[in-house]
């Protein structure tokens, strides 16, 4: 499965709750960036017939309630069997305390076939904001600044700057997640990730640490 960064930008206005930007960066492939101006055409990019996706979203708990807001109103099924999947259903795993660690939406791309796209929390893993984490890691970008409270009404067409602006988030998140995937850190949270190195260690433990 092809793995991603992604993001979204929305309005302030509460009387206009809306994703006026999207944007996917390729991890492993960070020349590889889409973008687009609405959920629609966000889902729509995930819908595709070729490949299954794996996105990150740093913060899921926020851009998932967009999410599944579209979801919701467009007609798809919430259903907790992975084997009823189909087309234009999908499952979500959020813990009684309202943390969000995935949603996996699936897609009919012909007569027998059905794609899915999973999305998890890199928050989960890399407990630090964008901003932070490309300092921490030495990157050679940074986080740019930009106006949230600008007018955008739909069908917004967005600037260069503000394609700089998104680009650099999602490639940031990219580049530290290509980071930690090349160590083996390839679990869902980094709880789980320690977890598996323990494990590890412990199978090895005598192997390094022999009595003398």
Known sequence: MRKFTADFETNVDEKDCRVWAWA???????????????????????SNKKYNY????????????????????????????KKLKRDKTFTCLISGMGQFYSIEIYFKV???????VVIYDSLKLINKSVDQIAKDFNLPINKLNLDY??????????????????KHDVLIMALALESLFKEGLTKM????????????MT???MTYFPEL
Request: charged share 30%; with cysteine; glycine share 8%.
């Open 149 to 166: 409270k600008r007018i955008r009404p739909k069908g917004y067409e967005l600037q260069d700057y503000e394609k700089r602006y998104i």
């Open 24 to 46: 996917v960066c390729e991890i492993g492939n960070v020349d590889l960036f889409k973008y687009g101006n609405s959920l629609e055409s966000f889902i729509e990019w995930c």
């Open 54 to 81: 794996v996105l990150y979203f740093h913060n899921l708990k926020f851009d998932g309630e967009y999410i599944f807001n579209y979801l919701l109103k467009n007609g798809y099924e919430l259903i907790t069997d």
């Open 110 to 116: 012909g007569k027998r076939k059905v794609n899915k």
């Open 189 to 200: 949270t980094i709880g789980s990730n320690a977890l598996a190195n323990y494990r590890k």
């Open 203 to 205: 199978k090895y433990f």
